[in-house]
Nanobody, 125 residues
Framework: QVQLVESGGGLVQAGESLRLSCAASGRTISTYVLGWFRQAPGKERESVASINSSGNNLAYVNSVKGRFTISRDNAKNTVYLQMNSLKPEDTAVYYC??????????????????WGQGTQVTVSS
């Protein structure tokens, strides 16, 4: 099994940036699809971004395209989410997750097997 720990969340003003990190432990995740998801109060979980094992296949939900960038450092067993030009509607708990092995980027949350505990991102107006 693998454990995932998100960090980097916080309170920022609209237009500012945050960089989220998700460190995996317990096993190597270098061959797995990784994803970021978020859930705002009273709403269902929403996919945000995904990246394949080699980092050459990326996927984003339309609302974050051009603002967010997902990346990974397999040597550090870590996935990142750079969040620029943050908006109040980005406020949510952000989760990282491990998906299929040797697959393309995947935004379907049902295909992910392991989830972190989440980190809170709050964007004020």
């Amino acid at each position: 099994q693998v454990q995932l720990v998100e960090s980097g969340g916080g309170l920022v003003q609209a237009g500012e940036s945050l960089r989220l990190s998700c460190a995996a432990s317990g096993r190597t995740i270098s061959t797995y699809v990784l994803g970021w998801f978020r859930q705002a109060p009273g709403k269902e979980r929403e996919s945000v971004a995904s990246i394949n094992s080699s980092g050459n296949n990326l996927a984003y939900v339309n609302s974050v395209k051009g603002r967010f960038t997902i990346s990974r450092d397999n040597a550090k067993n870590t996935v990142y989410l750079q969040m620029n030009s943050l908006k109040p509607e980005d406020t949510a708990v952000y989760y990282c997750a491990v998906g299929p092995r040797w697959s393309g980027a995947e935004l379907d949350s049902s295909k992910y097997n392991y989830w972190g505990q989440g980190t809170q991102v709050t964007v004020s107006s």
